[in-house]
């Protein structure tokens, strides 16, 4: 059966009560208040299907239905997938956006940019890496059971347990792209193995594995076995069972990703860029492009890099008149990343105090919404410390969104690992870019909108999204808040990193930098520590094209945001402009500024 019939069928089963009837009040049975257009059932059986397919992703989303696997990385699954997007496309004509409404032909354009986005990255399937240091299926089996496996019944803990048993499956199809990568010669670079091979390692450490303490999955476990209402011996045999899913199926496959891992890296050649790889600057490019959603190359992106790492480190200048600081840029730099009057202890009491803290200030920020925002998240946001089996590894700061159904809120990870790297006068911005209103007011707010299929709630256009990320650490300035001229050298440091990204990333990857070069750029340029600018360096290195998105992104809606005010005058409404922004889920830089320019024309009167 054609994959576009099993889809519209599968829509029909899953949507079985919008097509039908359901009752009033009173019993009786009366016609549903708008059935979905034939569109917007393409879109959701679609999605269907992407769902069943891809079971962790799912879950995620809080649809547990096959709540007992993980995601596939097979070969013959990427292949069936790229047919799908390949037929979609080709069904996609036979709805005429010109007949749509508003919100559907907004819908029917991010669809279409999708599934091209994903057939042009496909074409470089085996250029991207299955794997690193930095995030992959090591890290994320324990961190997805730990966050976004809820345990509420038995049920629940048997599906649990089978998706351990299932991670041996999970890792051989892993292991079968890391040999399809080492044939086609794409390694990663050298001192990523290491730091890769160390992580996978931790991974297994504790009990049961050892007695080095508990480990992260047992630690877990025992946790969501003490939220249950078992008999003893009932919670004995889940227990068990956990337990030799750990020892037998779990560590085994862990060891076999680590000599997998440790036998590529005998092979990786020189080189900390992708331009090493086959196609390697025809891939970077299309990852400029992926993650950017523009046309903009890598000189001009290392360029507009350079531009406006000149421009903060004016406005930092000024921050030194206002504090009378004497001595020059540099000078104020070390200042910032050495005196310990911007650091909390490194031990448990400092990290303690900046998780307090930090809650207050997305606390105290939720109650000034209102005034710049008409639509508002549900869920909540709270602040949690990165797990300690990922830290090392993990960027400094990052954003969960809520599920759908509300069973969880966000979460602003912040990782604490080493504090040195997590300086008080930063602690305000980061709290804004991921938690509210940055992230978490993005991403909640298309999430629980009713009124946008479900593709395009999870819809992933970093440009954006990360934009937005940026824009909302400049965006509390103009509140008020950044009182302490210190809090807004943090704001401007911030924004000097994803400025300077653009010069690294581009430095690595098209310029051909070696991973020192593109350290001592950012230790020469920005006030982070050079543990920082390391760690930073080592993401953007398995990741190309990625960390430019940031930047790219502020500076195209604080330009459509300027455009908007100089047309409109009086009738600009921040709160109207914020939720245009907003209202619609993730779109590409191009077809958010087509929004506005729609939104401008419609205040016009």
């Known amino acids: 059966m054609p994959t576009l019939l099993r889809s519209l069928l599968a829509v029909c089963l899953l949507n079985f ?95 279409e940019q999708e599934l091209k986005r994903n057939i042009s990255s496909d074409e470089f399937r085996h250029q991207k890496y299955v794997i690193h240091h930095y995030r992959g299926v090591h890290t994320r089996v324990p961190t997805f059971l730990a966050n976004m496996h809820p345990v509420a019944s038995v049920q629940d803990m048997d599906d649990y347990i089978a998706r351990l048993n299932a991670v041996d499956t999970l890792f051989s199809q892993v292991i079968e792209q890391l040999e399809i990568r080492t044939e086609k010669g794409v390694f990663l670079p050298r001192w990523s193995y290491a730091k890769l091979m160390d992580t996978i390692g931790n991974t297994t450490t504790g009990i049961p594995f050892d007695d080095n303490g508990s480990s992260s999955f047992w630690t877990d476990i025992q946790r969501k076995l003490d939220g249950l209402e078992l008999a003893p011996a009932d919670r004995a045999e889940l227990e068990n069972a956990a337990r030799t899913a750990l020892l037998d199926v779990v560590k085994p496959a862990y060891e076999r990703l680590h000599a997998a891992a440790a036998a590529q890296a005998a092979l990786a050649p020189e080189g900390d860029g992708v331009w090493k790889h086959p196609d390697g600057d025809a891939f970077y490019a299309e990852r400029l492009a992926y993650y950017t959603t523009t046309d903009l190359n ?214 051909r930098w070696s991973y020192e070069e593109a350290v001592e750029y950012l230790v020469a340029n920005t006030p982070n520590a050079r543990y920082d600018a390391e760690k930073a360096i080592g993401r953007y290195a398995v990741m190309p094209g990625q960390a430019t998105a940031y930047m790219i992104g502020k500076l195209k809606i604080m330009e459509l945001r300027e455009n908007a005010r100089t047309v409109l005058g009086e009738r600009f409404d921040i709160r109207g402009f914020h939720d245009e922004v907003l209202k619609d889920g993730p779109v590409p830089l191009y077809l958010l500024e087509e929004k506005i320019d729609r939104w401008v024309a419609s205040q016009q009167g």
């Open 17 to 111: 009560a919008a097509c039908s009837t359901e009752r009033d009040d009173t019993g009786t049975e009366a016609a549903t208040a708008k059935a979905p257009s034939a569109f917007r059932q393409f879109l959701d059986a679609n999605y269907a299907v992407d769902m069943a397919q891809k079971p962790r992703t799912a879950s995620r989303r809080g649809l547990r239905d096959n709540n007992r696997e993980w995601d596939p990385y097979s070969e013959a699954f990427l292949d069936s997938q790229r047919q799908q997007w390949e037929e979609r496309l080709a069904a996609l004509p036979g709805f005429d956006p010109a007949q749509l409404d508003a919100g559907e032909a907004i819908s029917w354009q991010l669809y």
């Open 298 to 511: 890598a000189e001009q992106i290392h360029n507009i890099g350079l531009e406006n790492v000149a421009r903060i480190h004016g406005e930092m200048r000024g921050i030194m008149e206002t504090v009378g600081f004497e001595g020059d840029l540099p000078a104020f730099m070390e200042y910032m990343r050495e005196s310990p009057d911007f650091y909390y202890a490194n031990s448990d009491e400092g990290r303690a105090r900046y998780m307090i803290e930090a809650t207050e200030m997305i606390d105290t920020m939720r109650e000034r919404l209102p005034e710049y925002f008409g639509l508002l998240p549900k869920a909540d946001v709270i602040v949690k410390r990165v797990e300690p089996f990922r830290e090392q590894a993990a960027g400094k700061a990052f954003y969960q969104a809520p599920p759908e159904d509300g069973s969880r809120p966000g979460i602003y990870y912040a990782n604490l690992y080493d504090m040195k790297s997590m300086p008080t006068y930063q602690m305000e911005a980061l709290a804004y870019h991921e938690g509210i209103p940055g992230h978490h007011m993005q991403r909640a707010i298309s999430i629980e909108k009713q009124d946008i299929p479900a593709f395009q709630k999870y819809a992933w256009f970093t440009a954006y999204t990360e934009g937005w990320g940026l824009y909302t650490e400049e965006l509390p300035k103009e509140m008020g808040f950044y009182s302490d001229p210190y809090s807004d050298f943090g704001r401007l440091a911030m924004e000097l990193w994803r400025a300077a990204r653009l010069v690294v990333d581009t430095g690595l990857h098209h310029k």
